[in-house]
């Protein structure tokens, strides 16, 4: 069966931190995606990676950077966390370009 | 500019009523289209999609939605809510010439005894 795992379910921190979130795929898909889920917004793409180390801007990539050493994994990483990042963060991954989105059961983060 | 818009953020429905769920793009060539369910707590799954086949899409757990070029539209049906069908819906669009998947804003679906 198809699985997309997020490390953490609910994490809680305060500003300024560093955060790590962590996505794994078993399905050897290319690309993966994050995105920030809000409540009237929907998803926004936050980065997404075509390619082990490749990776490309999404709608809104300000205050986020991510990496993807290995095929199966993509962090997403929140440098210096601030309150207004508080937020759904959804990982995903699809194994081709307009091809359907797996979906991890998400990360809800909440900024202190 | 919005890709995709979905119109009512909440829906109540009847147990066995039909469920409608709205959504228009905007593009002039038609893009791919997505349906996905998100059921609390949990993340997102395809109920369906769109790829340029035939008009009529027949999805998951009764779902179907039908592209309707002439109108920009991609509505989501189903002839008889059930109560587990409550649930939060988005339409989600890959555009012409696009990579990534654009998301509306979700419809909450509730569905009444």
């Known amino acids: 069966d198809v699985k997309v795992t997020q490390s953490s379910r609910y994490l809680v921190k305060r500003t300024g931190e560093k955060v790590f979130l962590e996505c794994v795929q078993d399905?050897?898909?290319?690309?993966m995606f994050w995105y920030r889920q809000d409540p009237g917004l929907g998803l926004r793409l936050i980065y997404f990676?075509?390619?082990?180390?490749?990776?490309e801007k999404g709608d809104i990539p300000e205050g986020y950077s991510v990496s993807r050493e290995k095929k199966e994994r993509f962090s997403l990483i929140l440098e210096s966390a601030s309150t207004n990042q508080t937020s759904m963060y959804l990982c995903?991954?699809?194994?081709?370009?307009?091809?359907?989105?797996?979906f991890g059961e998400g990360s809800r983060l909440t900024v202190l | 500019a919005q890709s995709v818009t979905q119109l009512g953020s909440h829906v109540s429905v009847s147990e066995g009523a039909l469920v409608l769920l709205r959504c228009n793009y905007s593009?002039?060539?038609?893009?791919?289209l997505f349906w996905y369910v998100q059921y609390p707590n949990q993340g997102l799954q395809l109920l369906l999609k769109?790829?340029?086949?035939?008009?009529l899409v027949k999805g998951i757990n009764g779902f179907e939605a039908e592209f309707k070029k002439s109108e920009t539209s991609f509505h989501l049906t189903k002839p008889s809510a059930h109560m587990s069908d409550a649930a939060e819906y988005f339409c989600?669009?890959?555009?012409?010439?696009?990579?990534?998947?654009?998301f509306g804003a979700g419809t909450t679906v509730t569905v009444r005894a």
């Open positions: 989600a669009v890959i555009l012409s010439g696009d990579y990534k998947l654009s």
């Open positions: 399905m050897d898909h290319e690309n």
């Open positions: 995903a991954s699809s194994p081709r370009i307009g091809g359907e989105l797996f």
């Open positions: 593009s002039s060539v038609p893009p791919y």
């Open positions: 990676s075509y390619d082990v180390k490749m990776k």
């Open positions: 769109y790829t340029s086949a035939a008009t």
